[in-house]
């Protein structure tokens, strides 16, 4: 299995951008997935996960409104879009899959991991 995203970049306050994260191997239909995210001098922490089957998403409280999670099975994607974008939403996002969502709003990290997409929130 191999996670790769990219779309991260550099935005102003109240931006938009949408990551993906492509799939490579098999397993994908099968597998949760999931959104993590890693500041500067922070732990990595879960922003928000989606099941195998597409039906159920959770988000972590600080994105919730702003962040929607979404798949595409056919094309082995990922994706997040992220909407409202503020100066704290600044980090690393990680691509996860393979874990188990813990409801209401937890996610445990499976152990299949992207390098990471930088986006950076700043006027």
């Known amino acids: 299995v191999k996670l790769v995203e990219s779309g991260g970049g550099l935005v102003h306050p109240g931006g938009s951008l949408r990551l993906s994260c492509a799939f490579s191997?098999?397993?994908?239909?099968?597998?949760?997935m999931g959104w993590f995210r890693q500041a500067p001098g922070k732990e990595r922490e879960f922003v928000a996960a989606?099941?195998?089957?597409?039906?159920?998403?959770q988000y972590v409280d600080a994105v919730k409104g702003r962040f929607t999670i979404s798949r595409d099975s056919a094309k082995k994607i990922l994706y997040l879009q992220m909407n409202s974008l503020k100066p704290d939403d600044t980090s690393v996002y990680y691509c996860?899959?393979?874990?188990?969502?813990?409801?209401?709003?937890?996610?445990?990290?499976?152990?299949?991991w992207g390098q990471g997409t930088q986006v950076t929130v700043s006027s």
């Open positions: 989606i099941d195998w089957t597409g039906s159920t998403a």
């Open positions: 191997g098999f397993s994908f239909m099968s597998f949760n």
């Open positions: 996860n899959g393979g874990g188990d969502l813990q409801p209401p709003n937890y996610y445990a990290a499976g152990s299949h």
